[in-house]
């Protein structure tokens, strides 16, 4: 019996490592395949080989969007005039609707890849001075002066398993900064406090067990 169970116990210990091993690598390309699919449905295309025959190359489509992005890129850097783009954002600003989606793009755009890049910097947050309950989020503002809050600062928090959060505009007080990764410190976040930064000594341990 003990050696039915132990046998029962390695068989379960094979399957718990076979799914971490195969699932990360599974769902991750589930996602990079939709993200392919999605940049290819934008620009299908369809080599043809005879007459009533096209063969479809994935990615294709993803790369020529990414192509003429780069190229977009490019040419408003070096051959359009700042003072255009500058012109035409004026405009753009006045137009109330196109105004509130354009700007929050790409805001959001530069926060990630610009160079005044937001997220950068994690903090620990005291939320309830009583229960010293903290919650982790990220300094997205400095300054507040323009809201006329002084004293205060914009601090980001990512929900766990989503891509939405909320913003909290706290003292400076009740925020500690903390020195870690910005990238560790936002996949705990999303993981739910699952995922952290495993030291080389910990991983050993772990693979010695």
Known sequence: MEMKNKFFKRILSYFIRGLVLVAPLYVTALIIWTGVEFLDNIIPI???ISDKQTVYLPGLGGLIILTGIILLGFFFSTVVPQS?????????RRIPLVSLIYYSIKDL???FVGDKKKFQQPVLVTMFKETGIKKIGFITQTDLGHLKIA???AVYMPLSYSLSGELFIVP???IILLEASSTDMMKML????????ISKEETHEEDQA
């Open 190 to 197: 999303i993981s739910g406090g699952v995922s952290l930064k």
């Open 172 to 174: 400076v007080e009740n």
């Open 151 to 153: 004293d205060h600062v």
């Open 84 to 92: 255009f783009l500058k012109f035409t954002e004026s405009i753009m």
């Open 46 to 48: 369809n080599i043809p």
């Open 109 to 111: 755009i530069l926060a």
